[in-house]
C-alpha cells in the first residue's frame, strides 16, 4: 500500500497540509472523532488548546495503531475546534508539532479540514480528531 501526498501547481501554499492524498489499497480505517482524555477517560489538558491537540493526536494514533496503521497511512484528517479564531493558529499547529516526531505525522500534514463549530459534546473538551487511512 502506498500513500502518495501532495498539493498540485496552481493551489493555495504555503499550508501546513498537502492538498491531495492518492492511496493504494483495500482496506479503509476510519478513527471516529478523538479528544484529550487519557485510557481512563479522565480529562487533559482542561483549557490548553496545544496540550488538547497532542492528546487527541496521540489518541488518534492509538486507534490507528489498533488497525495495523499509522500517520503515514492516514489520507484526511478532520479537526473540529470550539471558539475557533484565526489567532489561535499557533496555539493548535504547537500541538501538532508537539507529537510530530513521537507519532510519526507527516509534515506537511495529509489532507487536513479544521472546522470551527461553538461546542463539542463536553465542555471541556476543545478539539476533536477524525482519521481516514487507507491498507492493504
Known amino acids: ?3 502518495q501526498l501532495f498539493s498540485a501547481p ?3 501554499q504555503p499550508v ?3 492538498h491531495v492524498a492518492v492511496a493504494s489499497g483495500s482496506r479503509h480505517v476510519h478513527v471516529a472523532g478523538q479528544i484529550s482524555r487519557d485510557g481512563a477517560g479522565r480529562p487533559v489538558a482542561i483549557g490548553d488548546l496545544r ?3 497532542a492528546q487527541a493526536l496521540r489518541n488518534t494514533g492509538y486507534g490507528l495503531a489498533g488497525a495495523g496503521a499509522g500517520f503515514a497511512d492516514v489520507v484526511r484528517l478532520t479537526f473540529y475546534v ?3 479564531s484565526p489567532e489561535r493558529i499557533g496555539d493548535f499547529m504547537a500541538g501538532v508539532e508537539d507529537v510530530a516526531g513521537e507519532l510519526g505525522l507527516p509534515q506537511p500534514l495529509p489532507p487536513s479540514s479544521l472546522i470551527g463549530v461553538d461546542y ?3 465542555p471541556d473538551v476543545l478539539v ?3 482519521a481516514t487511512a487507507i491498507l492493504d
Open 82 to 84: 470550539t471558539n475557533w
Open 51 to 53: 496540550g488538547q491537540v
Open 1 to 3: 500500500m502506498g500513500v
Open 10 to 12: 496552481g493551489m493555495t
Open 128 to 130: 476533536e480528531v477524525e
Open 120 to 122: 463539542l459534546f463536553e
Open 16 to 18: 501546513p497540509y498537502h
